[in-house]
Structure formats: structure tokens, C-alpha cells
């Protein structure tokens, strides 16, 4: 099915360690999103791409870094993980300047 | 799986009136929890009101409040005394707890969206 692919579905880390979380959508949007969620907070913007080679910050970057691979694919790096940044992240992508179409997020916790 | 519909991509009301957002829902789960959230032009997502399916009584935020029909799965949102900064799109969204082999977890699943235009 056509949508917003995020790998993995959940991983545990220990403070100081790195990993990538991985979105990859198939609709040839020319729009992706990085999101956290967290508990009475609603959806929290980290990173957004508006086209194949553009990234900008959101409300919540620090600690974090992305890449837009290709139009494809929107990668989002934590260099030096730490327990705040425990939390549910949701990629998204879209045709326009808002996301529509969300993935199944990721659920990250560090200890 | 779980899906959200909102089957209302646009719409649209004049300043001070009330306006109703449909959302429905499929699932064969009893316990879960639905929300509505608001997305403005910045690209925030902001929660706007939130529901737990056991409780009978609708959930009521100042000017906003829902009509949660479990049995029908159903759970809309009214604006009422809409105001200029309601404009956005809103989504629906229905959380449930799982089990995998992390453990047990949250899963969010969104509609795609309404989007809300109020006009002065």
C-alpha cells in the first residue's frame, strides 16, 4: 500500500548512543516531517523538508539532525541520545506545505 | 487495522458560528482513546481535545467539544463562537495500546485531515 514508511517500529538506546530513524514514502510528495510525541503535548515539529534538498528547523531541533536523501527519503539522527528525547516519533509527508499522510512512528525510548 | 475517516476535506464557517467536524472510525477494540488535533499554517501539531472511550461523557475544551458515539464509531468536533484563528486543518486521530516484542505501546493512527476556513 501507498503511504509513509518508518523503520523501526521501536528501539531502545543508552544515553550518549546514535541511531537514525528512517521515513521513506512513496507518493512522490515533494514534502516530509519529523515529529515527537509526547504525553498532553500533541505532535511537536522537530525537522521539516520542503523539497528534495531543503531542510529546516522546527519548534524542537536541538539534538537532532536530518537529511533528505532524495525525494524519497527523510532521515532523522540522534547524534548523542538522552532520556528527553524519549518519546514517539511520526514522519509525515505531503504534497503542499502541510502533512497529510502520516506513518505509523516510531517508538523511542533511552535509557 | 485501525482507520480514521474524515470524510470532510474542506469546509468552511462564518465568524461566531458553530461548525461541526465529522470523524469516524473502525476498530474492534473497547478500550482507546481519540483525539483532535489542530494543525495551524506553522505546521504545529496542537492538541485540541482528547477522549477515552470509556467514559460516557463528551469531552467539552472552552469552545470546543465532542460528540463521542461509540457504539455508531463516531467522534466529531464542534466549534462553536468560531474565531478567525480556528482557521487550520484539524485532524482525528485514534490511539490503542499493543502488544510486540518491545513490549506494550501506543499506536497513533491520524485521518487526513479537514481543513477549516473561517470566513469574517
Known amino acids: 500500500n501507498a503511504g509513509v514508511t518508518q523503520t523501526p517500529k521501536f528501539q531502545v538506546l543508552k544515553t550518549g548512543q546514535s541511531m537514525t530513524l528512517q521515513c521513506a514514502q512513496d507518493m512522490n510528495h515533494n514534502s516530509m516531517y519529523w515529529y515527537r510525541q509526547d504525553p498532553g503535548m500533541g505532535l511537536r515539529l522537530i525537522y521539516y523538508s520542503a523539497s528534495e534538498g531543503t531542510t529546516d528547523k522546527g519548534e524542537v531541533p536541538n539534538g537532532y539532525n536530518v537529511s533528505r536523501l532524495n525525494k524519497r527519503e527523510f532521515s532523522l539522527r540522534l547524534e548523542s541520545a538522552a532520556p528527553s528525547q524519549t518519546s514517539v516519533y511520526f514522519c509525515?509527508?505531503?504534497?503542499?506545505?502541510?502533512?497529510?499522510?502520516f506513518g505509523d512512528g516510531t517508538r523511542l525510548s533511552i535509557l | 487495522a485501525q482507520t480514521v475517516t474524515q470524510s470532510q476535506p474542506e469546509m468552511s464557517v462564518q465568524e461566531a458560528e458553530t461548525v461541526t467536524l465529522s470523524c469516524t472510525y473502525d476498530?474492534?477494540?473497547?478500550?482507546?482513546?481519540l483525539f483532535w488535533y489542530k494543525q495551524p499554517p506553522s505546521r504545529q501539531m496542537i492538541l485540541v481535545i482528547r477522549q477515552e472511550a470509556y467514559k460516557q461523557q463528551n469531552a467539552t475544551e472552552n469552545r470546543f467539544s465532542v460528540n463521542f458515539q461509540k457504539a455508531a464509531k463516531s467522534f466529531s468536533l464542534k466549534i462553536s463562537d468560531s474565531q478567525l484563528g480556528d482557521t487550520a486543518m484539524y485532524f482525528c486521530?485514534?490511539?490503542?495500546?499493543?502488544?510486540?516484542?518491545?513490549?506494550?505501546?501506543?499506536?497513533?493512527?491520524f485521518g487526513k485531515g479537514t481543513l477549516l476556513t473561517v470566513n469574517p
Open positions: 486521530a485514534f490511539m490503542k495500546r499493543e502488544q510486540d516484542s518491545g513490549g506494550s505501546n501506543y499506536k497513533l493512527t
Open positions: 509525515a509527508s505531503s504534497e503542499l506545505s502541510r502533512p497529510r499522510h
Open positions: 476498530t474492534s477494540e473497547s478500550n482507546y482513546y
